[in-house]
């Protein structure tokens, strides 16, 4: 797992808040031009869309994620997933679930 806390990050101040609040993320930019989100989910189960590959860091909770092709997996404090870009995922919080997610592409 990645730091503890992120240092001399710009942080965007609107919440990004998706289906209907069961999702709500921050946004993260990096000196080097490089961004990533800081977010909660709800106990629900939650499609989304991908544009760019994403790496999602697990930090708190427990979830079970299906992706295109692939059998649903199990998630916990932690522990990351890859989603390739323009594609989706299901994820279904079974707690609260803490996460960063990684922009790769």
Excluded: W
């Excluded at 921050?26 to 760019?52: C, E, M, Q, W, Y």
């Excluded at 590959?53 to 522990?79: D, H, L, N, W, Y």
């Amino acid at each position: 797992m990645g730091p503890a806390q992120f240092d001399q990050v710009s942080v965007i101040k609107k919440s990004n808040v998706y289906f209907d609040g069961k999702c709500v993320s921050h946004t993260v930019l990096f000196a080097d031009g490089s961004k990533k989100t800081i977010g909660v989910i709800l106990p629900s189960t939650l499609t989304f869309n991908t544009g760019a590959p994403e790496r999602m860091e697990i930090i708190s909770g427990e979830c079970q994620v299906t992706r295109p092709g692939k059998a649903t997996e199990q998630f916990r404090s932690g522990q990351s997933f890859f989603v390739d870009g323009n594609s989706s995922f299901e994820i279904q919080a079974l707690s609260v679930v803490d996460y960063v997610c990684h922009f790769e592409g």
